[in-house]
């Protein structure tokens, strides 16, 4: 088992390690994610911060998230929406860019936070 620094809080998003053989000098190269939420402690994203960040998507970009909420694969989205499967892919990756997240779980905190809740996919298309 890993253990973090003591600079993170506790229960904060892991850092990201490298891939390959364990080395000596592995914690230099780890890099910090910024924690959105602590157990421990009040969210450190507000309902409002969230709300005004899903402001910031482009229409299509809230279609894409509405159905990963809803809980659709990339290809089930594509199929919802009459899209490629790779046209969502790029959506969902420029989405989460614009939110500043890396996962889809950070990207459902702050949907969830805003508070979008699964709904029935067939109305999406």
């Known amino acids: 088992m890993r253990v973090l620094p ?3 809080p506790p229960m904060a998003w892991p850092s ?3 891939r ?3 080395s000596s000098n592995t914690a230099s190269r780890t890099t ?3 924690p959105i939420c602590d157990r421990h402690t009040k969210p450190v994203l507000t309902a409002e ?3 005004s960040a899903l402001d910031r998507l482009t229409p299509r970009q809230r279609d894409v998230l509405a159905a990963m909420v809803a ?3 990339n290809k089930q989205i594509a ?3 009459s899209l490629s499967p790779r046209t969502v892919e790029v959506y969902r990756a420029s989405m989460m860019s614009r939110l500043h997240v890396r996962t889809l ?3 459902l905190y702050i949907a969830f936070m805003a508070g979008l809740t699964p709904c029935d996919p067939m109305s999406l298309g």
């Open 6 to 8: 003591d600079e993170f």
């Open 16 to 18: 990201v390690m490298p």
């Open 20 to 22: 390959g053989p364990a």
């Open 32 to 34: 910090k994610i910024a």
């Open 49 to 51: 911060q969230c709300r």
């Open 71 to 73: 809980g659709n694969s």
């Open 79 to 81: 199929h919802l929406l």
């Open 105 to 107: 779980a950070q990207t």
